[in-house]
């Protein structure tokens, strides 16, 4: 059995990888009947002059004729080449149009949503690079990384514009939120509210996450608000942030905690909204408008849990950030544009405190902020792979140096 199946096999994949190769024979593009080869033939050296063109920060050679003539084709191709299965015979032409579109997309004059969506055509065309031994293309596929690192300097380029002549708005005073009273002893505009969102579909799934947030709530006299409505959110991720946006002008503050967040055993007794507001540093101080979770190298910032005051800069920073719900290949959704909002409010109270030029996100802008009266960082501590408070401390979001 064994033996007759061995010859079998043998010729199936000569017959695929013959298949294969054969593939960019046939026609390419159906309207003109051109084939995969000579579209390669023709169009692989135009695109390689324009990646050389871009990835050296220069301008699109749109004069050359070949150029020209190729995105044409590109352009009219691209819907096919984005379809895998329209693919699978010539995999190599693909790429060639993918990166055509690519390096033509107008990122000058659009703003970050469609210059970031622009990345998915780089991106699908480095999926291609796993079905075929590049021929053509070699060179392409070699520096595909600097010209996705060109195109993301782009879009930053592109938010700096629209950042212009937007700046933090100015703290108005509010009274300390520390009072321990039960929740229903006191107005709904003076009660801070644990926020937790999840769609209808998951709810079974985060129940018992979401009792204990609920009991904690109780606990502490704050406000529970469950919401499911995926409304407007493009994305799970974001659903809290939209929900965000109705209930903040109800409350004092919210607490958003995403719904696979716990609370250890011995943070039971600790208010991280009281915690916030009670540091020995900001004692006449009201809450933060914003805090989130500390963190320590090689760590990055995470939302999984943060505060949101209701106060002018506290609602300013929650619009920012849902000003990139919009945005393509960000990651986890929420969390890679939760950084840059993070990012742009410390530039701008740079600019606000020492009249200094807003600083680019390419900038390294967390070396030069002193201190950040902006945000507050709530310290927590990883136990069991989830979140729990950790002991009554606070730390400014940069440490003070002289």
Not at 315 to 337: N, S, V, Y
Request: neutral net charge.
């Amino acid at each position: 059995m064994d033996k007759k199946r061995t010859p079998f096999l043998w010729w199936t994949l000569c017959a695929l990888a013959f298949c294969s190769s054969f593939g960019c024979h046939l026609a390419f593009d159906e309207q003109t009947g051109e084939t995969g080869h000579a579209f390669l033939a023709r169009c692989a050296p135009a695109a390689h002059s324009a990646a050389e063109a871009v990835g050296t920060g220069g301008e699109l050679p749109l004069g050359v004729p070949e150029l020209q003539g190729c995105l044409e084709t590109s352009g009219q191709l691209q819907d096919a080449a984005l379809r895998e299965s329209r693919c699978s015979l010539c995999p190599e032409g693909c790429v060639v149009v993918l990166l055509l579109e690519a390096l033509a997309f107008p990122v000058q004059h659009v703003d970050v949503r469609l210059c970031s969506s622009s990345l998915m055509f780089y991106f699908r065309a480095n999926a291609y690079f796993k079905d075929f031994e590049p021929h053509w293309t070699l060179d392409l596929r070699d520096n595909l990384a600097p010209l996705v690192n060109v195109r993301r300097g782009q879009c930053a380029a592109a938010r700096e514009r629209e950042l212009q002549g937007r700046s933090l708005p100015q703290s108005l005073p509010l009274p300390e939120l520390t009072s321990r009273r039960g929740h229903g002893s006191l107005p709904r505009e003076e009660q801070a509210a644990v926020l937790i969102a999840a769609t209808p579909a998951m709810l079974k799934k985060y129940q018992p996450f979401i009792n204990l947030w609920r009991c904690y709530a109780l606990r502490h006299g704050h406000a529970f608000l469950l919401e499911t409505d995926e409304g407007e959110a493009p994305a799970p991720n974001w659903l809290r942030w939209y929900a965000a946006r109705r209930y903040l002008p109800l409350y004092a503050a919210l607490l958003l905690v995403d719904p696979d967040q716990i609370i250890v055993a011995p943070c039971w007794d600790l208010s991280i909204i009281e915690l916030a507001g009670t540091w020995p540093e900001y004692a006449r101080r009201p809450l933060p408008d914003v805090g989130l979770r500390d963190f320590g190298r090689p760590q990055t910032l995470n939302n999984g849990v943060a505060l949101l005051r209701n106060s002018v800069r506290g609602r300013f920073f929650l619009e920012l950030l849902l000003e990139k719900a919009r945005w393509f290949q960000t990651i986890e959704r929420d969390q890679g544009p939760f950084d840059e909002t993070v990012l742009e409010v410390l530039g701008m109270e740079a600019q606000l405190q020492r009249g200094e030029p807003r600083l680019g996100l390419g900038a390294a802008c967390a070396a030069v902020h002193r201190r950040s009266g902006f945000l507050g960082l709530l310290l927590v501590v990883l136990t069991s792979g989830r979140m729990g408070i950790s002991q009554n401390r606070g730390t400014p979001f940069i440490p003070q140096t002289e």
